[in-house]
Each structure stands twice: as C-alpha cells, then as structure tokens.
C-alpha cells in the first residue's frame, strides 16, 4: 500500500449500489428488485393470492383469484407502489394494475 493512502473496508450494498448506477439496464435491475420485495412489501396474505406478477412497460401487473382481491388490491394501489418504489429508491412503478 502507498504511503500516506488508506483505504476503508466499504459495505458490500454501497458497492453495488454503485455498480447498479453504472449499469447499462439499470431499469431491469430496479425492476428485479421490486419482483424480490412484492412479498415483503405486501405481506404474505396478499403474496399468496398474488399470480402472474410482472410489468407491463411501466406497470406493474397482478393477478388475484377473485374480484374481492382485485377490489382490496386496487384500494390500496397508491400505498403499495409508494411503498414498493421506496424499497427500490427509483420510481419505477408508476401504477398498479389488478385483474381477477
């Protein structure tokens, strides 16, 4: 090592962090990410009735068994992409899309 440089151990999640900025599909990684935390973010009631979970260009697409579930999903549409795009620190989901 040079004299005079010292370098700090860094977090693991900084470096990637900063590799994902520099990414060239850098919007596929943010959306990988939100597919990861759905369960998390929605827990696991709606996790479990959720099928088919995909976007659809900026969309994000959820399919529920029964209207009941579209109907609960769609009320809270606004808090669970607010939700969702804070865990992934971009706005990549610009809407929520239900369909029974």
């Known amino acids: 090592m040079t004299k005079g440089l010292s370098r700090k151990p860094r977090i693991l999640h900084d470096i ?12 596929k990684v943010k959306r990988g990410k939100v597919l990861s935390v759905w369960k998390e973010v929605v827990g696991p009631q709606i996790a479990n009735v959720s099928q088919n979970v995909h976007f659809e260009r900026d969309q994000l697409v959820v399919e529920v068994p029964h209207s009941a579930w579209r109907h609960e999903l769609h009320m809270n ?20 899309l239900v369909r029974a």
């Open 16 to 27: 990637l962090e900063e590799y994902l900025q520099k990414h060239p599909n850098q919007e």
């Open 77 to 96: 549409r606004d808090s669970i992409v607010r939700k969702l795009n804070q865990r992934v620190g971009s706005e990549v989901v610009k809407a929520l």
